[in-house]
């Protein structure tokens, strides 16, 4: 594998200066925030402290040990941009008003090499645990030796780039990298994400076992109480270390803030229209247009927006083909399945407007395959010409159109001749091959929403001959049907960070094709993909980062081994109006929980539940 080396630049152009300490990380060079600023422009630095936020959680959690392999973690734990880090914190942590934007958290000082082949890292001073012991590089390098021996294969070969960890005092240290799939700016952000775990507090409790005793953290909360399956409860620190910091004055504002554990969405539900939860996200277009018209909302007790979120692109929402089945290698099978699945339909039905339906698998247009290919594009293309469809040189890649009438009879058509020429006619009604054995494809799913989703689709499917069973699986099936790739359709989500990370190469790398409880799903193996996550990491630019991510996109397009169902965008959120926050949102992520804030006035005017 051909790999590039990238010079971006962090605070100043590493190409032609010694590295040195900068107070964050940029992919462009550039921070709107100066050294020792005082606070983020979208929050209230005045805000006041007090009150407690409930929320509800799926995840019926049992395990207080950190990024390990087996158990269910405990919501609030830093490990992604996505994450709230309530207990523990990071090196860094992103600025919601700034894409490819890190400030220092425990790290007070960033240095990184030219080549990206190692970071170096100063830690705060001031920055401590809970009990007042000091947070040490030995911590950082306790963290990173625990994911690579005793995490799960996904967050082990996310960081499988950390070759060590070197300790040179108790403020500073240094990652070494290995040239794995590229060395970039998301990689040095990406080991930012992790929350540093207390080195002294594990050693005298054992890291490798599941366990229900709340642990020492270091964030702007801890543990109050908890009873499993039913509740979490965290309180503010009053003396948080970090509580000055620019990156957190007007944040962490809720006195308490409680995760109550719901095993179903309507119950979530109810338990909201009751007031005993908060805020939720709802993501069924049926409950956001009919289901909180109730007397509270006519009273202006409950308010429905549409939150903020760009730090991730792609899909929220996809049904994925799997390639590695013989009978889906071909091409011209896997776009007949494709025509088959009528997008108008699904976003009248469906959808219903609440959801965008995505035409790429990046969403903005800068970086999507919108149009033909450009002069760029054609550039990083033109040496796998061989290897990929003629059409995608000249042509625009575009979803089947259809008036959404659930009978596409255009598309069926289109289909029907493409198996055809894949070597499938039906007979009696049954799509077979030349042998006269039936074509089946299964799907693998794992709830009612889920198969409700799939129905129309489904029955396309049979129209066109096509033998078809729906498996609805509990989640021990599922993992281990998933190990076996023993699906030839499943749901998947592909978020992408932007700009991009490691993600990339996880779902779309021929080398994570066959790997078992891999994220490439589809198990694509194609040189001209890899190629172009390669160029995409290792992008200098923005013009570079457009024309590959172009690039990639168009190879996935037309490779058609997913169908796009819903793009990620900001969550349609509904909360009991007694917060006050910011006067306006930050514009790639809305900083909710973390800047807003409990209004007494606001509160007192709403009865408490029954």
């Known amino acids: 594998m051909r790999l590039l080396t990238a010079t971006l630049a962090f605070g100043a152009t590493l190409a032609v200066a010694a590295p040195t300490y900068k107070h964050g990380v940029s992919f462009f060079g550039e921070f709107k925030y100066p050294p020792d600023f005082e606070h983020f422009d979208y929050v209230n630095p005045e805000a006041p402290k007090g009150g407690t936020l409930v929320l509800a959680t799926g995840a019926n959690w049992n395990s207080f040990t950190p990024y390990l392999h087996k158990g269910i973690s405990i919501p609030g734990v830093q490990h992604s941009m996505g994450s709230q880090p309530f207990l523990y914190d990071g090196l860094f942590v992103p600025a919601d008003d700034e894409i490819g934007t890190f400030y220092g958290n425990l790290a007070e000082g960033v240095m990184v090499a030219d080549d990206f082949s190692w970071v170096r890292i100063r830690l705060r001073g001031e920055a401590h645990w809970h009990d007042g012991v000091p947070i040490t590089a030995s911590d950082v390098k ?5 994911i690579r021996e005793n995490s799960g294969f996904n967050l082990q070969s996310a960081f499988g780039m950390v070759d060590s960890v070197e300790v040179h005092n108790e403020r500073e240290l240094t990652f070494h990298l290995l040239d794995i799939n590229g060395l970039n700016a998301a990689v040095v952000t990406s080991i930012g994400k992790i929350a540093i775990l207390p080195e002294h507090y594990w050693r005298e409790h054992d890291p490798t076992k599941t366990t229900l005793t709340p642990p020492l953290g270091s964030g702007p909360y801890r543990v109050k109480e908890f009873k499993q399956s039913r509740y979490l409860l965290y309180e503010r620190v009053p003396d948080y270390w970090g509580r000055n910091l620019g990156i957190n004055r007007g944040r962490h504002n809720f006195d308490y803030i409680r995760y109550d554990y719901y095993r179903d969405g309507t119950v979530v539900r109810e338990a909201f229209r009751k007031g005993l939860v908060d805020y939720r996200r709802e993501t069924d277009p049926r409950y956001w247009f009919n289901g909180y018209d109730i007397p509270a909302r006519h009273k202006g007790w409950i ?11 792609g899909l929220m929402r996809g049904i994925v083909i799997n390639e590695r089945r013989e009978k889906l290698q071909d091409p011209r099978v896997r776009e007949a399945l494709t025509l088959a699945f009528d997008y108008a339909w699904y976003g009248r039905n469906i959808a219903q407007g609440f959801h965008s339906l995505p035409r790429s698998y990046f969403g903005p247009p800068e970086f999507s395959a919108f149009g033909r290919p450009n002069a760029a594009e054609l550039a990083l293309l033109e040496p796998y010409r061989d290897a990929l469809p003629q059409r995608l040189f000249t042509e625009a890649f575009e979803m089947g159109r259809s008036e959404g009438m659930g009978r596409d009879r255009a598309g069926l058509l289109q289909a029907r001749e493409l198996l055809r020429q894949a070597g499938w006619t039906v007979r009696d009604g049954i799509l077979v091959n030349g042998a006269g054995e039936p074509f089946t494809l299964s799907f693998l799913i794992r709830s009612a929403g889920d198969r409700r989703q799939i129905l129309q689709y489904v029955d396309q499917l049979r129209r066109l001959g096509f033998q078809t ?4 699986v509990d989640s021990a099936q599922f993992i281990n049907i998933m190990k076996d790739f023993d699906y030839d359709f499943c749901f998947a989500t592909l978020g992408v960070a932007q700009p991009p990370g490691v993600e990339v190469v996880s779902y779309w790398h021929s080398s994570n094709a066959m790997l078992p409880q891999t994220r490439n799903l589809s198990g694509i193996q194609s040189s001209a993909a890899d190629e172009m996550i390669l160029r995409v990491l290792n992008a200098r630019s923005r013009d570079e980062l457009s ?63 029954d």
């Open 142 to 146: 306790f963290t990173f030796d625990h």
């Open 547 to 609: 024309a590959a991510q172009r690039a990639l996109d168009r190879v996935l397009l037309w490779n058609f081994d997913m169908i796009p169902l819903m793009q990620v965008e900001g969550p349609h959120v509904v909360y009991w109006d007694k917060f006050g926050r910011p006067p306006y949102d930050a514009e790639f992520r809305t900083s909710f929980p973390a800047s807003w804030w409990y209004d007494e006035e606001k509160a007192g005017r709403i009865p408490a539940p």
């Open 469 to 472: 069973i729906v498996r609805m």
């Open 303 to 313: 308010v429905m927006r549409r939150h903020n979120f760009q730090y991730y692109v």
